[in-house]
């Protein structure tokens, strides 16, 4: 019997079993932001165990509130920038240099094939896009990761999603993600690893696949996982460059970590595409999904572009489509927040920056900030958002607010036209 | 080891989520004591009272899916500092289930048929854990007891006092 690609991964970090049911596993790459390292931190210290299993291996970034909004959020940047120092962290990211952890580690090159990575953060799941078991975990996952460099691990069950067809015209990975978990609803794929894999997603970009994987949490899924192929190797080439003399090489050796065409999967699932047409949410669950058409004219008060989902370069490139001589409706507030400085710099050089400033859209830092309701964008009672963002729960990007999540496309659609509405009458 | 027992509070729905249960803006606390009067503030429910119901319960007990979204450890700190360290559930988030184990505490899943029998037992049910035997006794207008599934290293867990002591000793 052949292995699915988490089985290879789980096999090759294999340290121990601690029952018949559990392992434990080495961990690659072991990643941290200020809010839920900071309390890690101090518990080490207290307990007299403040040291680090690899500082090569720890990647560190101030990301969810920066810079920092008030005392307290600027003590937790202080406890984990001080101790990026102490522990000699060299890929520690602060105010400049950072940008949410999501798009900035893989931005770094960080993450790679059949890696095993965590985070004290649930969208760890996006760098399953890189063919790696990557895993939000809680803050004592994460003090262990820290201290020990393990992780333990139920055994990994892998839902097989076959995405067919070919992506109709202003339908995107967003979309395509929503819809499934529509279909899967928030617990569908609870302590499973969602193995993404057809045509749909061999033509997908990394940041395109990293929006799927992204969003595999929101059905409950461990990991989201996506061949690691000649995407991969192209996205990784400036680091990998120096492993491999070609491309061809690092795909070919990527290859050894493909599910094996005889694995054996917990379930299988398959979407066809081809009909697919905008999604966005309606209710306070990431699974209310409906049509974008049966939403229309749904009233925001806000436009939120930015987040681990969709704040690449591609993201803003496509809502910039929209927003190219149109500027938002009366009465709508635009937030760009680009995910990255490289992100940033990069929608400058292409004018892109320029576009979302003459709509009216307020740019923001690279931050994490309002998809979760802590800074940049937060909503009061009774607005609503239209966002590009990933979880819809009641009073996430604020109390009383209401958010709709939705792609880049239908993000600049709504800001322009001041409600949710098709984009591509637009 | 914690203790195990106490009267159960009763939240009759799916899904509930680790954004309801500790809301992101409490995430600038650094001390999981801080957390303690934030605990499942922004949950809207029928028949749900945070001033009243939080200060008597011990247990709570629930429907599936319990503690998605957020890997917030803060969702079990905030039960934690309030005295409350069972979660009986039909079933819960892979996140947040480890959460409870790694800090020792209790995340015990049961059919959805049991769930409907103790949430019928009437308003004041009292419920105690045996760990050893893996049953839980839920008292109230009349008395059950369950039997339930407890994976040998989630009980070393919760034996350990934790992952972290677990870890430490093992690793």
Redesign the interface.
């Known amino acids: 019997m052949g292995k699915t690609t988490a089985e290879k991964i789980f096999a090759a970090h294999r340290?121990?079993n601690?029952?018949?049911?559990?392992v434990?596993l080495d961990l690659d790459v072991v990643m941290c932001h200020e809010?839920?390292t900071?309390?890690a931190i101090?518990?080490l210290v207290e307990?007299g165990?403040d040291r680090v299993f690899d500082p090569t291996k720890i990647k560190v970034v101030i990301d969810?509130?920066t810079p920092s909004k008030?005392s307290?959020?600027a003590?937790?940047a202080k406890?984990l920038r001080e101790w990026a120092h102490r522990q000699n962290i060299k890929d520690f990211f602060d105010v400049g240099a950072n940008g949410v952890c999501h798009a900035l580690f893989p931005e770094k090159g960080f993450i790679r094939p059949g890696n095993t990575v965590i985070m004290?953060?649930?969208h760890?799941c996006t760098h399953g896009a890189f063919g790696a078991f990557a895993a939000?975990?809680?803050?004592?996952?994460l003090?262990?990761g820290i201290?020990?460099g393990?992780c333990?691990f139920?055994l990994p069950a892998t839902m097989k999603v076959n995405i067919n067809g070919t992506l109709p015209d202003g339908v995107y990975a967003k979309d395509v993600i929503l819809k499934i978990i529509k279909d899967l609803t928030?617990?569908g794929a609870?302590?499973k690893v969602m193995e993404f894999v057809g045509p749909v997603v061999d033509e997908m970009t990394m940041e395109s696949r990293m929006t799927l994987c992204n969003m595999a949490?929101e059905a409950?899924a461990?990991c989201g996982i996506c061949m690691p192929d000649r995407v991969t190797a192209e996205y990784l080439w400036p680091f990998i460059s120096g492993a491999y003399s070609t491309v061809d090489e690092a795909v070919a050796d990527f290859s050894k970590w493909h599910s094996d065409a005889d694995a054996d999967y917990d379930s299988e699932i398959t979407f066809d595409v081809a009909e697919l047409v905008p999604q966005v949410t309606y209710g306070f669950?990431p699974d209310e999904v409906k049509d974008v058409p049966d939403m229309e004219g749904t009233p925001v008060n806000q436009v939120y572009i930015g987040s681990c989902t969709n704040g690449r370069i591609e993201d803003l490139r496509e809502a910039a489509k929209i927003l190219q001589g149109r500027t938002l409706a009366p009465g709508v507030r635009g937030i760009l927040a680009p995910a990255t400085p490289l992100v940033y710099s990069t929608a400058l050089a292409e004018g892109i920056i320029q576009i979302f400033m003459a709509a009216g859209f307020c740019v923001t830092n690279p931050t994490c900030g309002a998809c979760?309701?802590?800074s940049n964008g937060v909503l009061a009672a009774g607005e609503v958002c239209a966002s590009t963002t990933n979880?819809n729960?009641?009073?996430?990007m604020g109390?009383g607010g209401m958010v709709h999540l939705m792609s880049p496309l239908s993000a600049a659609a709504a800001a322009v036209k001041g409600c949710i509405t098709d984009p591509r009458n637009i | 080891m914690k203790n195990f027992s106490g009267s159960a509070l009763f939240l009759d729905r799916s899904d509930i989520n680790t954004d309801e249960i500790i809301p992101a803006k409490y995430l600038t606390e650094n001390s999981k004591q801080d957390l303690k009067p934030f605990i499942l503030e922004d949950l809207t429910l029928a028949g749900f009272d945070q001033s009243r119901d939080i200060d008597k319960a011990g247990v709570i007990v629930t429907r599936a899916n319990f503690g998605c979204g957020s890997s917030r450890e803060h969702a079990v700190w905030v039960f934690e500092v309030n005295d409350i360290n069972v979660v009986i559930a039909e079933g819960f988030a892979r996140i947040f289930r480890q959460n409870m184990f790694n800090c020792g505490m209790l995340a015990i899943e049961l059919p959805a048929a049991d769930i409907d029998t103790i949430m019928a037992m009437g308003a004041d049910v009292q419920i105690a854990v045996d760990l050893e035997a893996a049953t839980l006794t839920a008292k109230g207008n009349q008395e059950v007891t369950f039997d339930f599934d407890l994976n040998s290293f989630d009980k070393d867990l919760v034996g350990a006092g934790g992952w972290l002591a677990y870890a430490d000793s093992k690793y």
Request: glycine share 12%; proline share 3%.
């Open positions: 340290r121990d601690p029952s018949g049911e559990n434990v809010i839920t900071p309390i101090n518990d307990r165990l969810h509130v008030d307290k959020t003590t937790q406890i004290g953060d649930s760890t939000g975990v809680g803050t004592t996952d003090e262990v201290l020990k393990v333990s139920r928030v617990n609870t302590d949490i409950g461990t669950k979760l309701g802590m979880r729960f009641n009073g996430r109390k």
